[in-house]
């Protein structure tokens, strides 16, 4: 009975944090070694046929053209955070999908409309303040958006989920 009750109190917890495994499909960790960026799910261009995915080596995603967004983040104080716009990044590997899904090497799931980052112009952000962000402090990957320019839309409970760090795989549903 204990037992149960204390998953019915995961369950719980789970749904509540926002924290999505739909649409997973054992694909939790699915963190790749000596891949810096896995992204699958509903693209059109592969690098890898068997997998099905699109995998960005670290030089290929520097080499992108780059935005920044000067913001604070509820872990961050304002900085400038410099990466390549996740529009153009699944634009480059072909998607169609209506919901794009994170994954961080600690295994945290969240998912984001893609009209989000159409309207408000989301990063993956490799760099802060001329720094190349490291694993220790939220890298290598950091999903942003302006939440300073946007309070009342990006300063929420619902939009804090969205700014995922240590990023190394997107799924596009």
């Not at 944090?17 to 960026?37: D, E, I, M, R």
């Not at 112009?121 to 720094?131: E, F, M, S, W, Y």
Request: net charge positive; hydrophobic share 45%.
């Amino acid at each position: 009975m204990k037992l149960l009750r204390f998953v019915a109190a995961v369950v719980v917890l789970v749904s509540a944090s926002g924290v999505s495994l739909a649409g997973v499909k054992g694909k939790v960790g699915s963190c790749k070694p000596g891949v810096f960026l896995t992204v699958g799910g509903k693209i059109k261009n592969m690098t890898n046929a068997v997998d099905k995915t699109y995998e960005f080596t670290e030089q290929e995603l520097l080499a992108m053209q780059t935005s920044t967004i000067e913001t604070s983040t509820a872990w961050t104080a304002k900085s400038a955070f410099v990466g390549p716009k996740l529009d153009d990044l699944l634009k480059k590997v072909g998607a169609s999908g209506e919901t794009v899904q994170f994954v961080a090497l600690n295994d945290y799931i969240a998912d984001m409309p893609s009209s989000v980052s159409e309207k408000y112009g989301a990063i993956l952000a490799h760099t802060r303040n001329d720094k190349r962000l490291l694993v220790r402090d939220h890298g290598p990957l950091f999903v942003m958006l302006p939440r300073d320019k946007y309070p009342a839309e990006l300063n929420t409970p619902l939009a804090a989920r969205w700014y995922v760090w240590q990023v190394c795989r997107i799924d596009v549903q």
